[in-house]
């Protein structure tokens, strides 16, 4: 994947007149929140604003969110008619979503679909994954596969069915498989930056302007696992 800029820690993958596209980094949070920290969304607005020397305030729309932790692709809207079609895009699962987990403990088969009940209890900002319906629960579905072996870890790719709070991490944990640095998910230390090994590595979707169809590649982290994987 070509990276069209990197700039002031900030990686594009992809931009045009409508959209723009980032790897977001562990720690960054996608869009402002209580903790009050800077988030990516501004430091977006910031680069379009220097880069085309815009007066004013600059236009972004926040399609869709990676948790805190996690790195990877994500797509901002750069005009109100963008967002509006994106938005739909994403809620519709029209778009096709490919993410890398780094995971200690094999699972019992190398490749499955699972198929779990996720329950998110908002007090701890954690889901449940159960076997069975239970109330207030979400249906939440993903394929994965093991695609290669490293010393001391598992590589997988998880193409995702469905998008719910922290869908991967809960399946992956409900199976005995937590992905590495996820102490939340009962991975049994954290990683020196604070980060988990899930990454949204592809996405396809169609532009929402253009109709063409637009394939985004992510590069991983430059971090010892990673470039093992």
């Not at 399609?63 to 895009?89: M, Y």
């Not at 532009?207 to 992510?218: F, G, L, N």
Request: charged content about 30%.
């Amino acid at each position: 994947m070509k990276i069209v800029s990197d700039k002031n820690n900030l990686q594009v993958l992809h931009e045009d007149n409508h959209i723009i596209v980032v790897n977001k980094r562990v720690g960054d949070i996608v869009q402002g929140d209580k903790t009050g920290d800077k988030p990516l969304s501004e430091v977006v607005k910031e680069y379009i604003k220097d880069k085309y020397n815009k007066p004013g305030e600059v236009f972004l729309g926040v399609v869709h969110r990676l948790d805190r932790p996690t790195t990877g692709i994500v797509v901002f809207a750069r005009t109100s008619k963008a967002l509006t079609r994106l938005n739909e895009l994403f809620a519709n699962r029209e778009t096709k979503k490919t993410y890398w987990a780094v995971i200690k403990n094999k699972p019992a088969e190398s490749q499955a679909k699972l198929v779990h009940y996720l329950k998110r209890n908002e007090k701890n900002n954690t889901s449940k994954a159960h076997l069975k319906e239970v109330p207030e629960s979400k249906m939440a579905s993903l394929d994965y596969k093991i695609i290669k072996e490293l010393n001391n870890y598992f590589v997988l790719e998880i193409n995702l069915h469905t998008g719910r709070h922290h869908q991967i991490r809960a399946q992956l944990s409900a199976i005995g498989s937590p992905i590495k640095g996820d102490l939340k998910y009962g991975f049994d230390r954290s990683n020196p930056d604070g980060g988990i090994h899930l990454h949204a590595r592809k996405l396809v979707f169609i532009h929402p302007v253009s109709k063409e169809e637009i394939k985004i590649e992510a590069p991983v982290p430059d971090e010892v696992v990673w470039r093992n994987a």
